[in-house]
């Protein structure tokens, strides 16, 4: 049984300690996303403290598992308590790790992966996702609109080299032909793209 009661708890200390989980809209989004595919295995990419991962398993059916990577230990180590408290540690399935070394490794294949991890590592994460995802899987990759930054032509030093990796991103899922992709404004821009292999 999923203990909604400390899945509030969790969401509120993250959004208290400035961790940057999931928007509520994106969410809900994500949440129609899941109840139609039925999915049997996600891979998400940035784990943070599990809040999105818990929620993924509560709008999934028992049997669908949750493979999740983080790079942060203290994140990763926090996810994994609190994933206990909330009933849901034998559906998620906790990697400490960098996403671009840990991805290649895998040898699960997936109905869902959901990105939303550094954006200047978007482009690799593809890459690597659509090894692993099975055919008319979907990818989904939060913050794809940065805050606007990337339909902007003027932007700070430090935005420029994720704003320019999240172009390629996008330029890759829009126009390669065996991807179809939906872009939409929820949250920080929410992408989601249909392989057909
Ligand atoms: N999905 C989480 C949620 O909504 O609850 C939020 C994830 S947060 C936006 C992004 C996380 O990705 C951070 O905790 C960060 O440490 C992690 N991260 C960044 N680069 C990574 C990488 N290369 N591999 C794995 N995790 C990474």
Known sequence: MINKEELEILKKKALDDHIPIIMDDTLE???EILEDEKPKRI???GTAVGY???KFAEYTEKDCVIDTIEIDENRANEAIENVKRIGVADRINIMIGNAVDILPTLDNKY????IDAAKGKYPIF???SIKLINDNGLILADNVLYKGYVMSDY????QRTAVRHLREYIKEITENENL????LEVGDGLSIT???K
């Open 111 to 114: 109905d869902i992966v959901f």
């Open 29 to 31: 989004k994500i949440k």
């Open 194 to 196: 249909r392989v057909h």
């Open 52 to 54: 999105s991962a818990s």
């Open 180 to 183: 179809e992709t939906e872009i």
């Open 43 to 45: 891979l998400e990419i």
């Open 155 to 158: 932007n700070l030093h430090k």
């Open 126 to 128: 593809l890459e690597e």
